[in-house]
Each structure stands twice: as C-alpha cells, then as structure tokens.
C-alpha cells in the first residue's frame, strides 16, 4: 500500500462512539476482523445460488458495521447491492456488487489488520 493513499476506513466514529476507548477500539476492529470475512463469503454464496433476498438480508446486517468504520465506499456498494437484491430488474448486477464489495473490503481489512498489529 502507498503510504500516502488515505486508509479506505476512519476510526473517528467508532472512537467517538466507544468513549475514546483505546482497548474498546482495538476489541472492536478484532470484531470486525472476524466477522466480516466469514460474511463476505455467505453474500458470494447466496449470490451465485441466486438467493437475493438472503444476500440483502446479509447486506442489512453488516452495513452498520461499516458505517461505524466510515468505510465510505463500501456503503456505496452495500446499499445498492441491498437494494438491487430486492428488484428483479437489477438481480443480474448482483455477483458483480458482491465482488466490488469483496475487493474493497479486503483491502480495508488487510489495512485494519495491519494497523491492529501496531495498536497491540
């Protein structure tokens, strides 16, 4: 990564919410960490079998998680992808918001990782 690109995430929200909690940041970038892998490959499933209404139901429940760490490119994705879900005009556009959503949020938690490992 270019050290001069701006990490795709902001922590500010999510310290603000947690009292400026340096150990509750940390607990909750672990959290997401863990959570949101196994969630990516629950929407690539689902999308593929053409199971739109689980792949917007995933999409509802982890936006908050990515609006807390202001990743503001996924949300762009994550709502249309909820939203393109639930019209069946749109459905075929699915797997490929899914993968957008894949590729940008591994690079997010490639970089979290990395900044985790620093903050321990």
Avoid: W
């Avoid at 079998?49 to 994550?78: N, W, Y």
């Avoid at 879900?85 to 590729?103: G, P």
Wanted: negative net charge; proline residues 5%.
């Amino acid at each position: 990564m270019n050290t001069h690109e701006p990490k795709p995430y902001n922590l500010k929200k999510l310290s603000g919410f947690l009292g400026d909690d340096p150990q509750q940041v940390i607990e909750m970038i672990g959290l997401f960490l863990e959570t949101i892998p196994p969630e990516l490959v629950l929407l690539k499933e689902n999308a593929a079998r053409g199971c739109f209404d689980e792949v917007a139901t995933i999409a509802h429940r982890i936006k908050p998680s990515l609006d807390v760490f202001d990743l503001q490119q996924a949300m762009k994705v994550i709502r249309t992808l909820e939203l393109f879900s639930k019209d069946d005009v749109h459905q075929r556009e699915v797997s490929a918001l899914v993968e957008e959503l894949t590729i940008t949020l591994e690079f997010a938690l490639k970089i979290m990782a990395d900044e985790l490992h620093t903050m321990s």
